[in-house]
C-alpha cells in the first residue's frame, strides 16, 4: 500500500497569503496523484489531477506539482473560502490511498 | 450536470446488514468508473470499492474484503455497496464518488449517507 504522508497538518494564514502543501507518497505515483479540498459538511471536491492539470472550474491560483514521491500544492493568494482541508491523493496503485489531510486555516 | 445521490444509510448493530445505493444523472453512467470514498465523523478520507464502467473490475479495500460487495445496475444508472458483517469500525459518511479517468481522479461526488455501527 502507498502511504501519502501530507504537511503540515495545519497551516495558519491570513486572506492574501500564499499556501504551499507538501504531500509526500512512500513509493513513486508515477504522477498520479490528485488534490482535493473538503469544506466542513461538503463532500470533497477536485482540484488537480495528474500532479499539475487544474479540473474544470478550478481558480488559476491553485496550481500543483512534483514527481516521484514529492508533490505540491500552491495556493498563490488565500481567498477567504479557500480555508478548508486538503488532501491528496494516488491512483497509481491498489489500494487507492488519500494523504491524512492539511487544515488551512485562518490565523 | 453530473448528480449523484446516495440513500441507505443508517443504524445498525454491529454484525448486521446495509445495502447504500448512489442514483447517478446527467453522464453516460457505463462509461465510467465508480467507487465508494468513507469518512469516519471528524477523520480522513478513505477508499473502499472500485467498480469499471462495465462492471467486470471490481476493486476492494482489504478490511472490507468478503463483508462488501460493489454493483452497479446500468438499466437504473445506480451504484450499489452491499454491506454485511458490519463493525463499529465501518461507522463512517459513505460517498459514491465518480472516475474521470481511470479508477481515482474523482470529479463529482454526492452529498454523502452516514452508517452507524453500533449496540
Known amino acids: 500500500e502507498i502511504v501519502l504522508t501530507q504537511s503540515p497538518a495545519t497551516l495558519s494564514l491570513s486572506p492574501g497569503e500564499g499556501a504551499t502543501l507538501s504531500c509526500r507518497a512512500s513509493?513513486?505515483?508515477?504522477?498520479?496523484l490528485a488534490w482535493y479540498q473538503q469544506k466542513p459538511g461538503q463532500a470533497p471536491r477536485l482540484l488537480i489531477h495528474?500532479?499539475?492539470n487544474r479540473a474544470t472550474g478550478i481558480p488559476a491560483r491553485f496550481s500543483g506539482s512534483g514527481s516521484g514521491t514529492d508533490f505540491t500544492l500552491t495556493i498563490s493568494s488565500l481567498e477567504p473560502e479557500d480555508f478548508a482541508v486538503y488532501y491528496c491523493?494516488?491512483?497509481?496503485?491498489?489500494?487507492?490511498?488519500f494523504g491524512g489531510g492539511t487544515k488551512v486555516e485562518i490565523q | 450536470e453530473v448528480q449523484l445521490l446516495e440513500s441507505g444509510g443508517g443504524l445498525v448493530q454491529p454484525g448486521g446488514s446495509l445495502r447504500l445505493s448512489c442514483a447517478a444523472s446527467?453522464?453516460?453512467?457505463?462509461?465510467?468508473?465508480m467507487s465508494w470514498v468513507r469518512q469516519a465523523p471528524g477523520k480522513g478520507l478513505e477508499w473502499v470499492a472500485a467498480?469499471?464502467?462495465?462492471?467486470?473490475?471490481?476493486h476492494y479495500l482489504d478490511s472490507v474484503k468478503g463483508r462488501f460487495t460493489i454493483s452497479r445496475d446500468i438499466s437504473k444508472n445506480t451504484l450499489y455497496l452491499q454491506m454485511n458483517n458490519l463493525r463499529v469500525e465501518d461507522t463512517a459518511f459513505y460517498y459514491c464518488?465518480?472516475?474521470?479517468?481511470?479508477?481515482?481522479?474523482?470529479?463529482?461526488w454526492g452529498p454523502g449517507t452516514l452508517v452507524a455501527v453500533s449496540s
Open positions: 467498480i469499471g464502467g462495465g462492471a467486470d473490475v471490481k
Open positions: 491523493h494516488q491512483r497509481a496503485t491498489w489500494p487507492l490511498t
Open positions: 495528474d500532479t499539475s
Open positions: 464518488a465518480m472516475s474521470l479517468r481511470g479508477y481515482g481522479d474523482y470529479g463529482a
Open positions: 513509493e513513486s505515483v508515477s504522477g498520479y
Open positions: 446527467g453522464f453516460t453512467f457505463s462509461v465510467y468508473a
